[in-house]
C-alpha cells in the first residue's frame, strides 16, 4: 500500500483490518495530512488518556490493565472516527490534523453513553439496567461494527417506545403512571378497543378486555372498528406507522382467529391473550365481573349450585351424554342408567366442561372431584348383575341429587 493516493481512502478500509484509527493515522503520516509535530501530540495524548482508562477501569500499575485501556482508548478514537467520517480516511486524517486525540476519544465515550442511555429492548419503566460503567467496560473493547448492530437495534427499541407511548397518550395514560410493561402491549390495546368499536378508547381492566374479546367473538369486527382504525393510522405521525402496522398484522393474523373461534371457551381464550395487552390493575370488583362474565354458562348449566352433590349430578349427565342438569327424578335417574349402560359412562366430556366452563379457581377441585368419584361410580352403574337397577338407583341418591 505504498502507493496509496486519496482516491483509494475508502478502499483501504475494506481490505485493511486494523483499528480504523490506525488506518487513518497512516494515512494521513502518508499523505502529509499529519505532520511530525502533529504525530507526537497525538502520541502524546494517547500515552496520557491509556492511563486516565486504566484508572478508571482498574489500576495504571499492572501491565494487563495498561495493554487494555490501549485497546480501549483506540477503539473509542476508531468509532468517533468512523462513524463521524463515514469511512472516509482522508477526512477522518483531518480531523485527527484539527483536533486533539483526547477529544477523539471522549467523542468515542459519549457515543456509547449515548447508546446506554436508549432502551435496552421493547419494555418501558425497566426498574433495573446495566450500570453505564459497566457497559462501557464491555463496549470500549467492541468494535464499530458491533456498535453500529446494537445501534440499530436499540433505535428500533427506542420508536418502538415513542410509538407506544403516542397511543397511551390516546388511551388517557400518562406516561408517568407506565411501569415495567411491554410496549408492544400498548400498541396492541389501542388497536383492539379502536377496531372492537368501542365508544371511547380507554385502557380495560380484564373484565371489560374480557367484554371485548365476547362482543368481537358474537359480532365480528364492526364496520365503524376499521373506520376507527383507519381514522388512528391518519393520525398517527409517519415515523410510528410501520410499529402499528406491525402490531396490527399480529393481531389481525395472530389475535382474531383465536376470538372468533366459538369452540374456545372465552375464559381460556383470556388467559391466553391477557399477557399480550395493557389492562389496568385488577381489584376485588373485578374479579367478580369477570367470573360472571366468563362464568356465565357455567351458572346457568349448574343453576348457580356450589354443593358437590348438585355438581356431581351434572358431572354424571354429561358422562351419559344427556343433557346436564344439577337435578334428577327418580324416572329421569332409571333413564340416565339404562342409557349409560347401553352407551357406556365417560370421563373425558366431564373434564373438558370443568376446563371450559368452570371458573379457573374451582377448577383442580372440581377434576379432584370428579376424577375420586368416577371409579366407583363406574362400578355401582354399569354393574350388570343389578337387573333391577336398585344399588345404581342407591348409589344415585347417596352421591348425587334425585328427587
Avoid at 507526537?40 to 495504571?60: C, H, N, R, S
Avoid at 333413564?335 to 371450559?356: C, E, M, S
Avoid at 337397577?389 to 342407591?394: E, F, I, K, S
Wanted: glycine share 6%.
Amino acid at each position: 500500500m505504498s502507493d496509496l493516493t486519496p482516491s483509494d481512502s475508502r478502499q483501504v478500509a475494506v481490505f485493511d483490518d486494523r483499528p480504523f484509527f490506525e488506518k487513518a493515522l497512516i494515512y494521513g503520516v502518508r499523505e502529509r495530512i499529519v505532520e511530525p509535530q502533529r504525530l507526537a501530540a497525538i502520541l502524546d495524548d494517547a500515552a496520557k488518556g491509556m492511563v486516565q482508562i486504566a484508572e478508571y477501569f482498574g489500576t495504571p500499575y499492572l501491565r494487563p490493565n495498561i495493554e487494555e485501556a490501549r485497546t480501549r482508548i483506540v477503539n473509542l478514537v476508531s468509532l468517533y472516527l468512523e462513524e463521524g467520517c463515514g469511512g472516509d480516511l482522508a477526512k477522518a486524517a483531518r480531523s485527527l490534523r484539527d483536533n486533539t486525540f483526547l477529544s477523539h476519544s471522549r467523542g468515542g465515550s459519549e457515543m456509547l453513553k449515548r447508546l446506554w442511555a436508549m432502551p435496552e429492548d421493547g419494555s418501558y419503566g425497566m426498574l433495573v439496567r446495566q450500570s453505564q460503567k459497566q457497559f462501557l467496560a464491555e463496549w470500549s473493547l467492541r468494535t464499530p461494527a458491533d456498535y453500529r448492530q446494537l445501534l440499530e437495534q436499540r433505535q428500533g427499541y427506542q420508536l418502538t417506545v415513542s410509538a407506544a407511548l403516542w397511543f397511551a397518550e390516546g388511551l388517557g395514560v400518562p406516561a408517568s403512571t407506565i411501569s415495567t410493561v411491554s410496549v408492544e402491549s400498548i400498541i396492541r390495546t389501542a388497536l383492539l378497543v379502536n377496531l372492537a368499536g368501542q365508544a371511547a378508547a380507554s385502557v380495560p381492566n380484564a373484565a371489560e378486555f374480557a367484554a371485548t374479546l365476547a362482543v368481537i367473538r358474537k359480532k365480528g369486527v364492526p364496520g365503524k372498528g376499521r373506520k376507527r382504525i383507519r381514522e388512528v393510522f391518519q393520525s398517527l405521525p409517519d415515523a410510528y406507522h410501520a410499529v402499528a402496522e406491525r402490531e396490527l398484522k399480529k393481531l389481525e393474523a395472530e389475535d382474531l382467529p383465536k376470538i372468533l373461534d366459538a369452540s374456545l371457551p372465552l375464559e381460556e381464550l383470556v388467559q391466553e391473550l391477557e399477557p399480550l395487552y395493557f389492562l389496568r390493575d385488577f381489584g376485588p370488583e373485578d374479579a367478580g365481573q369477570l367470573d360472571a362474565m366468563i362464568s356465565k354458562d357455567w351458572h346457568r348449566i349448574t343453576r348457580g349450585k356450589t354443593d358437590d352433590s348438585s355438581l356431581l349430578t351434572v358431572f354424571v349427565c354429561l358422562a351419559a351424554d344427556t343433557p346436564p342438569r344439577p337435578v334428577l327424578t327418580r324416572t329421569a335417574a332409571r333413564t340416565l342408567i339404562r342409557k349409560l349402560r347401553a352407551d357406556g359412562f365417560q370421563r373425558p366430556p366431564v373434564l373438558v366442561f370443568i376446563r371450559g366452563f368452570a371458573p379457573y379457581a374451582m377448577q383442580a377441585d372440581l377434576e379432584t372431584l370428579w376424577n375420586e368419584f368416577f371409579p366407583e361410580a363406574e362400578a355401582y352403574l354399569l354393574d350388570a348383575s343389578d337387573t333391577t337397577l336398585t344399588q345404581a338407583l342407591a348409589f344415585l341418591k347417596e352421591n348425587c341429587v334425585v328427587v
